[in-house]
């Protein structure tokens, strides 16, 4: 059976010596089921944040995606994807963005990875023709998800949630004073972790 790195292990990848009290809550509160609203700013470690408990809600014997990771842009896609690549975890994933040859993807998908990250616009295009099972799907991350609204994601987004009829915890962060009604994306009253600078 595929064993999981210890957090440790993790965090000594990153030269981190100890978890901010963000990821800490993060990381109590998202494996337990429980719908996580992360307020922080950019660079407090909020994917890091985010992606360890990630980690622990995925089953090495299941064949499908497990999680999903909507972000609203390429650059924050392709960078979360080098983040978990960085922890070694010894799950795939697959990053999913417009611009992206669609045809690559489509191969990509052929294997199933356990994590998909992408850009709302382009995972729903992948829902509708199929890329990929559902059903497996049990986690789902919106990363600076008041950026996606802020964008005009809004209808991507809903629809994409509407199709993850299996979820069983959600995840949204937000990185500005923006947007933060999370209706939905089914979080019912979330549980909030928050970090700012110099506190």
């Not at 100890?18 to 800490?24: I, S, T």
């Not at 890091?48 to 924050?76: A, D, H, M, W, Y």
């Not at 990185?175 to 972790?193: I, L």
Request: overall charge positive; hydrophobic content about 40%.
């Amino acid at each position: 059976m595929q064993q999981q790195p210890a957090t440790a292990d993790i965090l000594a990848r990153f030269n981190i010596e100890a978890l901010n009290d963000m990821q800490l809550a993060a990381s109590s509160a998202i494996p337990k089921e429980q719908d996580v609203l992360l307020l922080a700013p950019t660079g407090s470690g909020k994917t890091l944040g985010f992606l360890l408990p990630v980690l622990k809600t995925l089953k090495p014997n299941i064949r499908r995606p497990q999680c999903l990771i909507l972000l609203p842009s390429r650059e924050l896609a392709l960078q979360t994807q080098a983040v978990w690549k960085q922890m070694g975890t010894g799950y795939s994933s697959v990053v999913s963005y417009g611009g992206h040859l669609l045809q690559t993807e489509l191969n990509n998908f052929s294997d199933p990875p356990a994590l998909i990250i992408g850009t709302p616009g382009r995972v729903m295009d992948h829902i509708v023709r199929g890329s990929f099972e559902l059903d497996g799907i049990t986690t789902l991350v919106l990363d600076e998800f008041d950026k996606s609204l802020a964008l005009g994601f809004a209808d991507e987004m809903s629809f994409v949630v509407g199709k993850l009829t299996k979820l069983r915890r959600a995840c949204a962060g937000i990185c500005h004073c923006g947007r933060r009604d999370t209706r939905f994306c089914r979080c019912k009253k979330p549980y909030h972790a928050r970090f700012h600078f110099g506190h």
